[in-house]
């Protein structure tokens, strides 16, 4: 079973810059995307960012120009840089982790992330 885990949310001030990371472990399968997305109480579940495996990049039109995906293949891991950062970025993060074989997605379980003015 794939298990998908993030890490490094907490708590930033405006203006400041956060790194969550994300890990998809119990298989031997690359996931074929992986991604952020968020979600804030009352709000539907949105794209932050992706990357396939192949390195195409796709980044939710609020978050562009500031922050930045990055995965490492061999770890299975995904990255998310979070610069210049806004109050209206609060939310909880999510990792999803796609893949092909089986048609499956993934999450995690989601880190909080809160930003202050």
């Known amino acids: 079973q794939v298990q998908v885990v993030e890490s490094g949310g907490g708590s930033v001030q405006a203006g400041g810059s956060l790194r969550v990371s994300c890990e998809a472990s119990?298989?031997?399968?690359?996931?074929?995307?992986m991604g952020w997305y968020r979600q804030a109480p009352g709000t539907e579940r949105e794209l932050v960012a992706s990357i396939t495996n192949s390195g195409i990049i796709k980044y939710g039109d609020s978050v562009k120009g500031r922050f930045s995906i990055s995965r490492q293949l061999v770890k299975n891991t995904v990255n998310l840089q979070m610069n210049n950062r806004l109050p209206d970025d609060t939310s909880v993060y999510y990792c999803?982790?796609?893949?092909?074989?089986?048609?499956?997605?993934?999450w995690g379980q989601g880190t909080q992330v809160t930003v202050s003015s």
């Open positions: 119990g298989t031997r399968l690359s996931a074929n995307a």
């Open positions: 999803k982790a796609s893949y092909l074989t089986g048609r499956a997605n993934y």
